[in-house]
């Protein structure tokens, strides 16, 4: 059986090596279920690759967070124990700030902008950013828009949601943006947000409506409010350990599948937002658009200047808010 002790064992001793592991498929790591878009992206990308390659290379995925929580095997793809993985750009932002843009409070003015922005130089400047931290980044894939929810109330205004505990992911921007709306943000792997709302430990969560749903955080927190805040993308990044083991043909047919899979990932997302969100509400979750957005906007102002510190990140910023008018 596969797990995170038998990667790290094999996948040590290989990665040290610089050799083995040729005749196996690669292995590929992914938080959510199955039937889940991100999985099903990877799955594409495989399938392509499989074909291209004549069979020479293949793909595993262990989907369901089996190999450990996002930060885990990130750590375990930096060191070459595992080849691929899928993630959100949260658990990133301590490894390569440039991450940390795509992820700011209220960038993106709409899902096209968003997409734009991360199908151009952007999007490129940022993958590239990840080889010197021992990934490459392959592609982006889409994450929608993330909002708050939570066991209580709904929220309406930032007084709304002041002193509930918020689990966030593991990084001190969502940190840092939950603390500016005056809750408690306490970082929390995936898997453990749905007893955490259940036992109380958390009062709330936030993100986008299939996560909602497929990690049934609905069932325990039934209010959803819309403030749409982050739509930080998700991300596939191979280890650079693996990848200066693949042929300059093999890293050019992994590169050319993983982008053809983007606009595959794409169509199952849309189709999934739109049942996730209508399954949520069929079952009760009571569901509200916010008035005045500015107010938590204008609060979470200040996590820019926290996180915005490099001349790279400013161009960034730059370049994506240039494309806000095209999108
Ligand atoms: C989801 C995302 C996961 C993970 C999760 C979380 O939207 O797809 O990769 O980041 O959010 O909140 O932990």
């Given amino acids: 059986m596969i797990n995170r002790r038998h990667l790290i064992a094999t996948g040590a001793a290989a990665a040290v090596a610089g ?4 005749d196996r498929p690669l292995y590929s790591a992914d938080a959510h279920v199955a039937d889940y878009p ?5 799955e594409a990308m495989a399938r392509m690759v499989e074909e291209r390659t004549g069979g020479r290379q293949r793909v595993k995925i262990f989907a369901g967070a089996q190999l450990g929580s996002e930060r885990d095997t990130l750590e375990l793809t930096v060191f070459g124990a595992l080849d691929l993985n899928r993630v959100n750009l949260a658990p990133l932002n301590s490894i390569a700030n440039e991450t940390i843009v795509p992820s700011l409070p209220f960038l993106f003015s709409s899902i096209d902008h968003m997409r734009a922005s991360l199908d151009g130089a952007p999007g490129q400047t940022i993958l590239d950013a990840l080889r010197p931290h021992g990934l ?9 828009a993330r909002s708050f929810y939570n066991t209580r109330h709904a929220i309406n205004e930032p007084d709304d949601i002041r002193g509930m505990k918020i689990r966030v992911q593991n990084s001190d921007l969502y940190v840092g943006m939950v603390e500016a709306l005056g809750a408690n943000p306490t970082p929390m792997a995936l898997g453990e947000v749905y007893q955490g709302l259940v036992q109380g430990v958390i009062d709330g969560a936030e993100n986008n409506w299939p996560s909602y749903e497929s990690a049934r955080h609905f069932e325990a927190a039934q209010y959803y409010s819309l403030t749409r805040h982050v739509m930080a993308p998700e991300i596939l990044v191979m280890s650079k350990h693996r990848w200066d083991r693949l042929s300059g043909e ?9 982008r ?3 606009p595959v990932m794409r169509e199952l997302w849309d189709a999934r ?28 102002e200040g996590v820019w200047d926290r996180f915005v510190v490099t001349d790279v990140q400013r161009r960034l910023v ?4 240039n494309l806000g008018g095209a999108a």
């Avoid at 093999?250 to 993983?258: C, L, M, N, R, Y």
């Avoid at 209508?278 to 008035?291: F, T």
């Avoid at 730059?318 to 808010?321: F, N």
Wanted: negative net charge.
């Fill in 273 to 300: 937002v739109a049942d996730s969100r209508e399954r949520v509400l069929a079952s009760g979750v009571e569901a509200n658009e916010i008035g005045d957005i500015a107010a938590f906007s204008n609060l979470m």
């Fill in 260 to 262: 053809d899979s983007v």
């Fill in 250 to 258: 093999d890293q050019e047919i992994f590169q050319q599948a993983a």
């Fill in 38 to 42: 991100t999985v099903q992206g990877v």
């Fill in 136 to 144: 490459v980044g392959l592609c982006f894939y889409d994450s929608g």
């Fill in 19 to 22: 050799c083995g592991q040729a």
């Fill in 318 to 321: 730059e370049d994506i808010r």
